[in-house]
């Protein structure tokens, strides 16, 4: 149990449909993060908000739409997905964006689009 | 950025130590290590961390040269259940993003 929660754990979606990954965080934490996971590929950081705030948004296609209306929750909202999309998609969270304090991460949603 | 070199895969044998080395050269003054690691399936779980100071917690030791130019992470007894990728990152001051690398696989055999 790292306490960062990750709901669903699995998806499978079309890519004409409409999903949102769920990310919830018990630690306290005021920064929170979403990377993606390639098959073979190492992690890529997507976004990163702090208190609330949009800090990061790494060349992300418009596809993926982040919210985070508080501290303890963020998510991930899909639409008009493409296959190489599917991936392994990570929340973490930090004490503070933008500082030394280590990121705990959740189990992710694995992603598949058809 | 300061970058990480690791192997790509490393044994060890149940119950013994497992010292698992990174090369940093290029880190800053202000850049911490940073150690986590990935079970199959799962998010990679954070381990341990330290700027210039040896470190240990319940789950392992960090030893970091005097220079800083290198660190190993070590796991004193190692269990089947330390099978994992173990990252090695590089990060601080100004760059506070964690990039993950390739890493180090661990196997560990009976």
């Known amino acids: 149990e790292t306490g960062v929660t990750q709901t669903p754990r699995h998806l499978v979606m079309g890519m004409t449909n409409k999903k949102s990954l769920k990310c919830e965080q018990h630690?306290?934490?005021?920064?929170m993060y979403w990377y993606k996971q390639s098959a073979k590929k190492p992690l890529e950081l997507m976004f990163v908000?702090?208190?609330?705030?949009?800090?990061e948004n790494n060349s992300v296609p418009s596809r993926f739409s982040p919210e985070c209306p508080n501290s303890s929750h963020l998510f991930l909202h899909l639409h008009t997905l493409q296959p190489e999309d599917s991936a392994l998609y990570l929340c973490?969270?930090?004490?503070?964006?933008?500082?030394?304090?280590?990121?705990?991460f959740g189990d992710g949603t694995r992603l598949s689009i058809l | 950025d300061a970058k990480t070199t690791q192997p790509p895969s490393m044994d060890c044998a149940e119950g013994r130590a497992a010292n698992l080395p990174c090369n940093h050269s290029?880190?800053?003054?202000?850049?911490?290590v940073y150690w986590y690691r990935q079970i199959h399936s799962q998010g990679p779980q954070y381990i341990i961390h330290?700027?210039?100071n040896n470190e240990t917690n319940e789950m392992a030791s960090l030893i970091i040269t005097e220079d800083r130019k290198s660190s190993t992470l070590i796991l004193p007894h190692a269990t089947l259940r330390d099978t994992a990728v173990y990252y090695c990152?590089?990060?601080?001051?100004?760059?506070?993003?964690?990039?993950f690398g390739k890493g180090t696989l661990l196997t560990v055999n009976p």
């Open positions: 973490a969270s930090s004490q503070e964006g933008h500082s030394n304090q280590p990121q705990h």
């Open positions: 908000y702090n208190f609330k705030e949009q800090t």
């Open positions: 990152i590089v990060s601080g001051g100004s760059n506070y993003k964690l990039t």
């Open positions: 630690l306290g934490h005021n920064a």
């Open positions: 290029t880190i800053s003054g202000n850049e911490y």
């Open positions: 330290g700027l210039k």
